[in-house]
């Protein structure tokens, strides 16, 4: 029996001195993330801080706005 939840993985990494962080090997290919990506951090106090792929937000981002200016999906 795999142990392993698809889609799932949990690692630990150190902050460096200069407060950087490396994304364990297996979570940057199950999010595809490249060297050069950029990457957009969320933070909230009490829930911690999220990662996201900065171009999935745009994409995301940019589909509000264009819900906005049709906001009831009329042509």
Do not use: H, W
Request: aromatic fraction near 8%; glycine fraction near 8%; proline fraction near 4%.
């Amino acid at each position: 029996m795999d142990d392993k939840l698809e889609g799932k993985l949990m690692s630990v990494a150190k902050v460096g001195e200069k407060g950087q962080v490396v994304i364990p090997k297996d979570m940057r290919e199950m999010f595809n993330i490249k060297p050069g990506d950029t990457i957009l951090f969320l933070a909230d106090k009490e829930r911690g801080i999220a990662i996201v792929s900065n171009e999935d937000y745009m994409k995301f981002a940019q589909s509000i706005f264009e819900a906005q200016k049709n906001p009831f999906g009329n042509e």
